[in-house]
């Protein structure tokens, strides 16, 4: 589990273009979304849907599901657990 | 027109942004130069930036240098080819789908107006806000738009033109663009004040199918009362030759070839040495007949 | 000055001229079905139901236009019909695109990344100013010729940009709309923001999940009186009002209270010189996506308070046709004026709850429509308003 919360954290990076981040600098229960997180936004919500499909064949079919799967990288890992 | 520059900035492939004379070094544009950028991080937040083609980092930052506590009432924007990167990636998302989903941050990106709309977000500017897109001429109609709020009551107007080189745009360098000229980038903008200290933009003209160059430019001349010898300075667009005035510089040696570099010769015009009433000539035939004419006071 | 409209040209999925539009409205009969294109039998689309090679034939267009020229030749040369050609006259195109000649560039460009090769003569089609450029040679057009690109609201802004230049003295007479062609760009491209809906759109509906998108062209003539007393064009309406304002809230959302909308429309109303009780008919932007209905309903109620005017959509009848919407519905506004008739919001159900207007859901003739108010809402919180009369 911890593996995948750490090659999530590098594929968020990728798949968000965040440059000037590492891995270590995103907390496993931060929240991603909102002024309080890493200030992600609607755009990257359905950037997530991709990444979820391309790199674990998970499709989310309705974006406003997002917000609950999408609130941290634990959300994320467990969700992907429970999907794949 | 009526149209003061107030404040003019430019990002490119000279050492120019935040100079406050782009003569000095000022060098010809050679092959494979690149953008001379300011670092972005200081105009533009992370958040925002990470996203950002360089199109985008580069006419934001100008814009942002602009501002100041009194907000633009009005903004326009003029690219002959818009978010080129943006397009291009997105054209390759869909082509090379492999899953179901498609990344929207390009497609988002990729519409001409990006720019201005970028703009109006980071200044929190709720004026009006357009992007012109025509071709050659896609600066001087945003600047005859800029000078039309002008004369609508504007006080502080935003005009700007930016336009991106793309490696996919060497492919159609030779059968298609047939230039001598390195493809490169630019933005270059300004705010425009119905009155106050410096440059005064004096008229700006366009034609579509202009046969007769000369007498164009006479006729423009003769129009805004301005013999041919007041000009101290023609700026002119590479395949011409012109004789008139009393120095000729073709600007495209300094910009490379995008379409909106007349907006860096009106920068160029700008930071022109004044000497009481001579005047400055910008003449833009980079497509050849799409005629752009601006007479600077 | 007053600015009149002499001339209006239109074609989508409901018609292929003006007074096919107006049978289409009437009847309530939408154009929007599963899209015959490989690249659109996935979706409900708007599509004309005329490849390029039959566009060409029938209407004796230049073969190597892109389907965006085409479009807007068809619509532009209705409008630009039967209007005299006079040098005396400074005659103008402003025509607003998002697609300009990507029809042709995307093909090209795939078989550059599939297989290598590719016409790069082609890639000379794929500059919005291209478009028009050939819009306006088709017509004659040669003083003038701008390009507006504010994705969804460049008709709008064509149209506003163009009475300006009249106010201003610069022009005497220009035609103004915007046209864009359905293409894989677009259409991949909206399907990326998970906006569609994959049924019929539900404008202004509760339920309502998505846009369908369309194509289309749509364009108006605007003329002063000193160019009516010249080419002695029949008055059709009166463009009275136009405004642009920026939400800059989001680059493809609009903000939960539509305040650009909000400020747009009020903008117009100032240069018409008109009150919120005098508009009539509102022809809203009405994407039917869960937030561009809710924003805009909320800048209506913002404005008109509780006496809200008949409005609609008529996104359920033609699709999202981008750039040119904002040009088609203006002849749908002038339609409405002429006569006397409120277009129906077609596919509606329930009110949104949370604003709870109710849109016009058949189309209903009435006594008098004096003002018509027209939305038009692009990406980059690019908000416009346009404000027709009658005569």
Known sequence: MSNLKETLKAQIIEQLSLEDLNPADIQD??????????????????????????????RIADPSQGREIFYSVNTLADYIEKNK | ?????????????????????????????????AVVAPDYKEYIPAASLRRFSPVLRMSLTAAQSLKTDEAFDSISVGTSLGCLKDTEKFLQTFIQATGDTLSPTAFIQSTHNTIAGAISMALGNHAYNMTHTQNSLSFETALIDGAICLNDGKKNVLVGAADEAIDFLEQLKEEMIQTALPLTSGTTFLVLKPEGEGRKIIDCQIRFSCTDLDSEIAHFLEKN????????????????????????????????????????????????????????????NQMNGKLGLTLIG | MDIFVTGIGAISCIGMNVEEHLSSLVQEKSGIKKGERPFSTRFLVGE????????????????????????????????????????????????GTSVGGMDISEVEYKSYLNLGQHNIQKYKAHSSGNSSEEIAAFLGIGDFVNTISTACSSAANAIMMGA??????????????GTDA?????ISGFRSLMIFDDQWCRPFDETRKGLNLGEGAGYIVLESQASIDKSGAKKLAKLKGWSNASDAYHQTASSPNGYGATLSIQEALKVAKLQPSDIDYINAHGTATPNNDLSE??????????????????????GHTLAAAGGIEAVISVLAIQNNTLFANLNHSHVIEETKLQPVVRTTKVDKIRNVLSNSFGFGGNNSTVIFGEV
């Open chain 2, 225 to 284: 009362n301005v013999d041919p010898d007041q000009l101290a300075l023609v700026l002119q667009s590479n395949n011409l030759s012109l004789t008139l005035g009393k120095q000729q510089i073709n600007y495209e040696q300094f910009t490379g070839l995008y379409y909106t570099s007349s907006a860096f010769a009106l920068h160029l015009a700008n930071d022109f040495q004044k000497h009481s009433d001579d005047f400055v000539l910008i003449v833009n």
């Open chain 3, 297 to 318: 309903s909320q800048a209506i109620i913002n404005v008109f308070g509780d006496q809200i005017p008949a409005f609609s959509s008529t996104k359920a009848f033609t």
């Open chain 3, 48 to 95: 004309i139901p005329l490849t390029n090679e039959a566009i060409v034939a029938k209407y004796n267009l230049v073969a190597d236009y892109s389907r965006t020229s085409l479009l807007g030749c068809i619509a532009a040369s209705e409008a630009f019909a039967n209007h005299k050609r006079d040098k005396r006259i400074r005659t103008g195109l402003i025509s």
């Open chain 3, 164 to 177: 300006r230049m009249i106010q201003q003295g610069v022009l005497d007479r220009v035609v103004v709309g």
């Open chain 2, 1 to 33: 027109m009526k149209a003061v520059i107030h404040k003019i900035v430019s990002i490119n492939h000279q050492d120019c942004f935040g100079k406050s004379n782009v003569w000095e070094n000022l060098i010809p544009i050679q092959a494979g130069s």
């Open chain 1, 29 to 58: 229960d931060a929240p991603l979304f909102g002024g309080d997180g890493l200030g992600l936004d609607s755009i990257d919500a359905l950037e997530f849907i991709v990444l979820l499909e391309t790199h674990y064949g998970i």
């Open chain 3, 182 to 186: 359905l293409t894989e760009f677009t």
